[in-house]
C-alpha cells in the first residue's frame, strides 16, 4: 500500500487507531494480568477471569453493555492500587508482554502514515498507564486513553475520570482536529469494533480492521475498506524494513554525532600531520 507524502502547504492530517485487536492481537489491560498478580495487585481468581474475559473478547468481541460491565469490573479491580507501581510493573513487562502480539500489518501502516507527514494516534479505552507506553513503544506522535481518578495517597480511587469509549473518541478526534489543525476530510481512522463507529464517522478514510459482526455489516454498507490483520510479530524482528521518517530529535542526534565524527577526524589528521613533522631530519 502507498501513500503520497502530504503536500505541507495543506492542513495537517493524522491517522488515528484503536489500539485492541487493531493495532494488537489482545486487550492491552488484560494482557498484563500475570504482571499484576506477580505483583501483589490482584489474586488467581482476579488473573482467571481477567483470562476469561479475554478469551470472550477475543472471540467475538464485546459489543456496549459487555464493555461497561468490563469497565465496572476493572474499575473496581484496581481500586486502591498504587500508579507508580502499576507503571513500574507495566515498564517492565511491556516488551515480553506486548512486543510480540504487535500486528505486522498494523506496524506497516504506521510506518507508512509517518512516511506520508502524518501523525499517528492511538486512541483506546484502556488505561493509559498502559496505553501510553505501548504508543511510545510504537512510535506514535499522541496516545487517548481511560484515565482513573487518583487520590492523595498515589493510588487509583476506583472512579473515572476519563473513559475513551464511544463518542468520546469522536469527541477527542475532533478536539485534537481543532487544536493540532487536522483535517478531518483528509484523516484516518482504523478500529475493529462497531462500538468505534462516531470515531470512523468523523474521518474521510475510516477503516475496519477485524471487524466484530456489527462493524462488518455496517462496513460493508457503507463500503468502507475491511482489512484482515493476521501476522503478529516482534518489532525488532521488522528492524531491517523498518523506516521511520527522521524526527527532530534524530536530527539533532545525528547532527551531534556527525559533529563529532568531524571533530575526531580533525583531531586524527592534525596528530598525524605533527608526527610526520617531528620524524622529518632538521
Known amino acids: 500500500m502507498l501513500w503520497l507524502v502530504e503536500n505541507h502547504s495543506l492542513p495537517r492530517t493524522a491517522a488515528f487507531f484503536d489500539l485492541d485487536k487493531t493495532v494488537i492481537a489482545k486487550s492491552s489491560t488484560l494482557t498484563f494480568s500475570k504482571s499484576f498478580y506477580q505483583g501483589g495487585l490482584i489474586n488467581r481468581r482476579?488473573?482467571?477471569?481477567?483470562?476469561?474475559?479475554?478469551?470472550?473478547?477475543?472471540v467475538g468481541?464485546?459489543?456496549?453493555?459487555?464493555?461497561?460491565?468490563?469497565?465496572?469490573?476493572?474499575?473496581?479491580?484496581?481500586?486502591?492500587?498504587n500508579v507508580a507501581q502499576v507503571k513500574e510493573l507495566v515498564a517492565e513487562t511491556l516488551h515480553d508482554l506486548i512486543d510480540p502480539i504487535i500486528y505486522d500489518e498494523a506496524a506497516s501502516l504506521i510506518e507508512e502514515h509517518?512516511?506520508?507527514g502524518r501523525d499517528v494516534v492511538i486512541?483506546?479505552?484502556?488505561?493509559?498507564?498502559?496505553?501510553?507506553?505501548?504508543?511510545?513503544?510504537?512510535?506514535?506522535?499522541?496516545?487517548v486513553a481511560t484515565?482513573?481518578?487518583?487520590g492523595d495517597d498515589g493510588c487509583f480511587t476506583g472512579e473515572v475520570e476519563y473513559y475513551a469509549y464511544g463518542p468520546t473518541k469522536a469527541e477527542a478526534v475532533r478536539e485534537l482536529a481543532e487544536s493540532e489543525g487536522y483535517d478531518l476530510s483528509r484523516c484516518y481512522a482504523y478500529s475493529d469494533s462497531a462500538t468505534?463507529?462516531?470515531?470512523?464517522?468523523?474521518?474521510g478514510h475510516p477503516y475496519a480492521v477485524n471487524p466484530d459482526r456489527a462493524l462488518r455489516r455496517e462496513a460493508t454498507a457503507r463500503d468502507w475498506p475491511i482489512l484482515v490483520f493476521s501476522r503478529p510479530v516482534r518489532l525488532k524482528q521488522r528492524l531491517p524494513e523498518f523506516r521511520m521518517p527522521p524526527r527532530p530529535t534524530l536530527l539533532a542526534a545525528a547532527a551531534v554525532g556527525a559533529a563529532v565524527a568531524t571533530a575526531g577526524l580533525v583531531w586524527y589528521a592534525s596528530r598525524r600531520r605533527q608526527a610526520r613533522k617531528a620524524s622529518l631530519p632538521m
Do not use: N
Not at 486512541?123 to 496516545?143: C, H, K, N, Y
Open 46 to 58: 482476579a488473573v482467571l477471569r481477567t483470562a476469561y474475559i479475554q478469551f470472550v473478547f477475543l
Open 61 to 81: 468481541g464485546a459489543d456496549h453493555d459487555q464493555m461497561e460491565r468490563m469497565r465496572q469490573y476493572l474499575s473496581a479491580l484496581c481500586k486502591g492500587w
Open 114 to 116: 509517518h512516511a506520508a
Open 123 to 143: 486512541v483506546s479505552t484502556s488505561g493509559a498507564e498502559v496505553v501510553e507506553p505501548i504508543g511510545e513503544m510504537l512510535g506514535a506522535d499522541r496516545v
Open 147 to 150: 484515565r482513573m481518578v487518583v
Open 196 to 203: 468505534d463507529i462516531p470515531m470512523l464517522e468523523a474521518v
